[in-house]
């Protein structure tokens, strides 16, 4: 099977995806939407949830002049974005709390 495009898979010309917003050019973005599935319902399973997928394009100047590769470059601005929304969402860290002793 060759490589599908929007039309193949019937994706509405309105569709927010990120492959598409890549294509128009943006390199940082978030996407979020509601997922609905066609599984059962039981203890441990429901068909609806949430999900979000966050993008990043990188380009090799970004780590050139970093001094890292960009492998290392990606994980520890990944690290840094993470941390970021983290602290966002829950605030600081206390000297008591589990995540502030694994920290390096």
Not at 25 to 52: C, E, K, N, W
């Amino acid at each position: 099977m060759g490589v599908l495009n929007f039309d193949d898979v019937l994706v509405p010309p309105d569709h927010c995806s990120s492959s598409r917003a890549v294509e128009e050019g943006h390199t940082h973005f978030l996407v979020a939407g509601d997922i609905y599935r066609r599984d059962s319902i039981d203890s441990t399973h429901y068909p609806v949830f949430h999900q979000m997928e966050g993008v990043r394009v990188f380009f090799p100047g970004d780590w050139e002049t970093s001094g890292m590769d960009g492998t290392s470059y990606v994980a520890e601005d990944l690290k840094k974005c993470l941390d970021g929304l983290a602290r966002h969402l829950f605030g600081e860290l206390r000297s008591g709390d589990c995540l502030n002793q694994m920290q390096t």
